[in-house]
Nanobody
């Protein structure tokens, strides 16, 4: 059983930055994918950025050039720069088949 806890969300003005963190605990297999997803009200959950089992990084088109995913042992981060109001959503961390509870990101215009 893996527990994932996200942190770092909050309210920021458009153009600002936030750094999300996700800490994993429990039975952790290092060779698993990681992902940051988000879900805005009335919309489906979507992948924002991920790290594959092979270590490759991938980004949604909306995140390219603005967001950076990184990993440090049992933590994964999402650095978000140049935030836009449309980035407002609950952001979830996923490791393998396990999900965190999410952290709210709100970007004001």
């Amino acid at each position: 059983q893996v527990q994932l806890v996200e942190s770092g969300g909050g309210l920021v003005q458009a153009g600002g930055s936030l750094r999300l963190s996700c800490a994993a605990s429990g039975t952790i297999f290092s060779i698993e994918s990681w992902g940051w997803y988000r879900q805005a009200p009335g919309k489906q959950r979507e992948l924002v950025a991920g790290i594959t089992r092979g270590g490759s990084l991938m980004y949604a088109d909306s995140a390219k050039g603005r967001f950076t995913i990184s990993r440090d042992n049992a933590k994964v981060y999402l650095q978000m720069n140049s935030l836009k109001p449309e980035d407002t959503a609950v952001y979830y961390c996923k490791k393998g088949d396990n999900w965190g509870r999410g952290t709210q990101v709100t970007v004001s215009s």
